[in-house]
């Protein structure tokens, strides 16, 4: 049938389209056009076909996936409560207008809402201009918070690469007038602890200020009003060479070949304290103002990562820019570095897992009065750290446990409902984490190989025996040892064998 013929020829559009990386909006468009054309096709037996996925740049997570995420979360977590933060949470959507003019060039990438009710509405980009917003609106001048939620970005999504359009950030920042660098050195340290506490491999967190940047490129002649722009062309050095950032400046940017090449003498520098105290000397940074306050700033920071002791992992990048405009001195982001696994082939690579740096003044955006609250956080990247972790685990064939069950209960023989409903009551009531098998009778067997496949650890067996010498029969799954225990120790004797797992 033409109507059909005319179906296939849209869906290979649309599937082209998607081998391109079109944009999404032309992509949406010939979608829609195909459901349409679909739609009108008719129905089969009264049932409207469609195709059962999740959307662009989304994904589902099963138990063994969120088995890892928790894993994740719960180290982040812990990190962010040792160094004393409290959490709050704001809501997923804010007013259009919160988030416009906070992101340079990619504001293009903020999802915008249908009007609600009179409001002009767009989801949230980041956790970071939504505590803004919420320090200002509550006239706080003082708060050190966590926060981990979803944010929403209209991006072109890399999924195996842990790049998504709804996913969660894990955010850490610390509000206040304080001494400087401090705040900013225990962010650093911050980064350290959770990345070598998740052992993903080697890694380096690369800092700069954009304080450096701007009197950088104010020595090498770039116009004030490009320097946001020039900028934005800096921040892609991490991914593409030196090169092509150069014929962007000079041949779309409109920067003359002259600045883009002194540009090109600094932002291809990378050390430590050494690099800092020769850049201090430099004729032409040296007699500016922001790069002298922001070498001199970078300074102070090695001196009290130096006594963190994690100087081994942080390089002093120039080359380090960060596009979002809000960012006002330090700036920092975690690699990791290419690495060989034993498991995987190819070594898996993901580019920037944590990022952050210190906006002084985006609350005063917010004030009515202008009022600033100085800044400075970090973002830890969850995705791309699951992506790394999943992929490995996956390659290992190492087997996850979904569940947190303490013990199974199970009975020897048949006609033991009762007794397994009383016994797994009373487990309950006591804190203790238990299952048991939803059938009258089950064998016994079927019950022990339940606890294999899930990996429970012990098995509480009720049996007629059993409950004459009034004890429960505790079996070891490891090692298939069995000790009867007095039915009144047996929470405790559960608690004593499950902390030692």
């Known amino acids: 049938m033409a109507e059909e013929a005319a179906v296939r020829a849209q869906a290979d559009t649309v599937r082209r389209l998607k081998q391109d990386n079109a944009d999404p909006d032309e992509i949406a468009k010939e979608v829609a056009k195909l459901l349409e054309m679909k739609a009108q096709l008719g129905e089969d037996e009264g049932k409207h076909k469609f195709v059962l996925k999740t959307p662009k740049g989304t994904r589902d997570y099963g138990p063994k996936q969120m088995a ?14 040792r160094h004393g933060a409290e959490v709050i949470d704001t809501p997923v959507f804010e007013l259009k207008e919160t988030l416009t003019g906070k992101y340079g060039e990619d504001s293009k990438l903020i999802y915008d809402l249908k009007d609600q009710g009179g409001e002009l509405l767009s989801l949230r980009y980041d956790l970071t201009v939504p505590f803004a917003r919420y320090l200002a ?10 926060h981990i939620a979803k944010v929403y970005r209209r991006d072109n999504p890399a999924m195996t690469r842990g790049r998504y359009r709804e996913f969660y950030q894990c955010d850490f920042d610390i509000a206040g007038q304080f001494d400087p660098m ?11 602890e959770i990345l070598s506490d998740l052992q993903l491999g080697d890694f380096v967190i690369k800092v700069n200020d954009r304080r450096i940047l701007d009197g950088m490129f104010a020595v090498c002649g770039v116009p004030d009003s490009k320097f946001r722009t020039i900028c934005s062309s800096v921040d892609k050095l991490d991914k593409v060479p030196w090169e092509e950032v150069r014929s962007e400046m000079v041949g779309e940017k409109g920067l003359s070949p002259e600045a883009a090449d002194r540009i090109g003498e600094y932002v291809q520098l990378h050390g430590g304290l050494d690099l800092i105290e020769r ?13 002298k306050e922001g070498l001199g700033d970078m300074k102070l920071l090695f001196e ?20 979002l405009d809000y960012y006002t001195g330090v700036i920092f982001e975690a690699v990791l570095l290419h690495q060989e696994n034993e498991h995987v082939e190819e070594s898996v690579s993901v580019g920037s897992v944590a990022g952050g740096g210190r906006y002084d003044g985006l609350v005063g955006m917010f004030d ?11 973002s830890i990247g969850i995705e791309r750290i699951f992506s790394i972790l999943e992929q490995r685990l996956e390659a290992s064939e190492e087997k996850i446990r979904t569940t947190e069950t303490q013990v199974l209960v199970a009975s020897a023989q048949k006609k033991l409902l009762e007794e397994r409903l009383k016994l797994i009551s009373e487990l309950w009531n006591a804190g203790i984490k238990a299952e048991m098998l939803y059938k009258k009778n089950p064998k016994l067997l079927n019950q022990l190989q339940y606890c294999e496949d899930t990996g429970i650890p012990l098995v509480a067996i009720v049996g007629e025996q059993e409950l004459k010498d009034g ?17 009144e120790s047996l929470v405790e004797e559960i608690r004593i064998r499950t902390s030692q797992c």
């Open 471 to 487: 004890v429960i029969r505790l079996r070891i799954v490891a090692t298939r040892e069995e000790v009867n225990v007095p039915r």
């Open 368 to 378: 009515p009065k202008g009022r600033k609250v100085p800044c400075v956080g970090v």
């Open 68 to 81: 890892i995420r928790e894993r994740v979360f719960n180290a982040i977590i812990s990190c962010f409560k």
């Open 137 to 146: 609106m509550n006239k706080i001048t003082n708060i050190k918070r966590y």
């Open 279 to 291: 850049l201090l000397q430099d004729p032409k940074l040296s007699q500016n103002k922001l790069a």
């Open 182 to 192: 401090i705040p900013d050195a225990e962010c650093l340290k911050i980064v350290h």
């Open 304 to 323: 009290y990562l130096t006594l963190f002791g994690i100087t081994e992992k942080i390089s002093f990048d120039l080359s380090l820019a960060r596009g």
